[in-house]
Nanobody, 115 residues
Framework: QVQVVESGGGLVRAGESLTLSCVASGSTFSVSAMAWHRQVPTKQREWVAVISRDGNTDYTDSVKGRFTNSRDNSKNTVYLQMNALQPEDTAVYYC?????????WGQGTQVTVSS
């Protein structure tokens, strides 16, 4: 059974940094794309960043230049380095892993940025 587990969330002040991690385990298939989404109450889940297996990345406009996605294929792990965090980045951050054309979500990790 595939499991996707995020970690690294927390409470920081505006301008500070956090690094989120996401590990996909439980499958003999290699993870292809991995993506980050975020959600705040009363709003739809929003796509934040994606990284392909060979390291190509893309970001939503609001985080470009501040967030950096990287991955370690040997560990089926992706990292989201978040710099210059702002209160509007406050959300639950979810990791999505694609394995063998199927998508698996993690349970999410809370990021709270105080002003």
């Amino acid at each position: 059974q595939v499991q996707v587990v995020e970690s690294g969330g927390g409470l920081v002040r505006a301008g500070e940094s956090l690094t989120l991690s996401c590990v996909a385990s439980g499958s003999t298939f290699s993870v292809s794309a991995m993506a980050w989404h975020r959600q705040v109450p009363t709003k739809q889940r929003e796509w934040v960043a994606v990284i392909s297996r060979d390291g190509n990345t893309d970001y939503t406009d609001s985080v470009k230049g501040r967030f950096t996605n990287s991955r370690d294929n040997s560990k089926n792990t992706v990292y989201l380095q978040m710099n210059a965090l702002q209160p509007e980045d406050t959300a639950v951050y979810y990791c999505l892993a694609v394995l063998s054309s199927k998508m698996y979500w993690g349970q999410g990790t809370q990021v709270t940025v105080s002003s």
